[in-house]
């Protein structure tokens, strides 16, 4: 049974009469991620701050981009609200030399920060199912210089299924919601690998200890678009 934890009894903090949601300025944003504890890892802070949230979202949005909150990035989907963005890259602590599988790679934000965090050595991996939101994430993500030297590859297809080529990860992070964590992530994890996604309203943190055995976490309370499956 998995240990479960209510995120806006235990990690929220008091922060009802300043929601953090509308900011000014991008480093307001992430003032207030550090304030309410969202980001409290300095590596973390520094890539976000380094990560500029308005490359990867649509110019008519301006200023949106600072506000703590989803935004559509077509195709009916969204760029991740950022203070989920940093709760799930806390959970994952991704360490430099790492390869990490990023499920769902929207408009690669969350991408290009992890990029940042696992240095020259490591790898991202991004796999998205839209072919234009991943040519759109490779574009963005290209700003920061980490397309053409090949920290960030970009795939398109099905991320609930297994990848050729790419496994092992260290790491796995999934931005939209399955029912279950799909079987292939598991496989495709290191011993000592950790896995971080959206399972229904929850987040859950799965840490693999032995080829055969898993360790669960759950922090409840959250929302996330589908993980789409295909149908072949
Ligand atoms: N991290 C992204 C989140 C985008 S929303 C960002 O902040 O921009 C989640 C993304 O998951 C969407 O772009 C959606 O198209 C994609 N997605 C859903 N199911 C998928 C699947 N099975 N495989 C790959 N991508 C998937």
């Known amino acids: 049974m998995a240990e479960k934890i209510n995120i806006f009894e235990e990690n929220n903090p008091e922060n009802e009469d300043d929601s953090g949601f509308v900011n000014e300025s991008y480093e307001e944003l992430i003032r ?32 949106e981009a600072y506000f703590d909150s989803a935004l559509a990035i077509g195709f009916d989907q969204t ?3 950022p203070l989920v ?13 790492e390869r990490v ?16 965090l696992v240095g020259e050595t490591g790898q991202v991996v991004g796999i998205e199912r839209i072919k234009e939101l991943a040519e759109k994430a490779k574009e963005n993500i290209g700003k920061y210089g980490f397309i ?3 920290r960030v590859k970009i795939v398109v297809g099905d991320g609930s299924r297994k990848m050729e080529g790419e496994p092992p990860f260290n790491k796995i992070i999934a931005a939209a919601a399955a029912e279950e964590i799909p079987e292939a992530w ?5 011993v000592g690998g950790r896995i971080v996604a959206p399972v229904g309203q929850s987040i859950v943190v799965i840490d693999k200890i032995k080829p055969d055995q898993f360790e669960t976490k759950e922090y409840f309370g959250f929302s996330f678009v589908p993980l789409v499956k295909s149908k072949n």
Not at 34 to 60: C, H, L, M, N, S
């Open 101 to 116: 599988l990023d499920v769902g790679s929207g408009s690669g934000w969350q991408a290009a920060i992890l990029a940042d």
């Open 32 to 63: 207030h991620l550090e304030t309410d504890g969202y980001i409290q890892t300095p590596v973390i802070a520094e890539a976000f701050r380094k990560i500029d949230r308005k490359d990867f979202v649509p110019p008519e949005l301006g200023e």
């Open 148 to 150: 053409d030297s090949g």
């Open 85 to 97: 963005v940093a709760f799930m890259i806390e959970l994952l602590r991704p360490k430099p030399g």
């Open 186 to 190: 598991k496989e495709e994890l290191v």
């Open 79 to 81: 760029i991740s609200q």
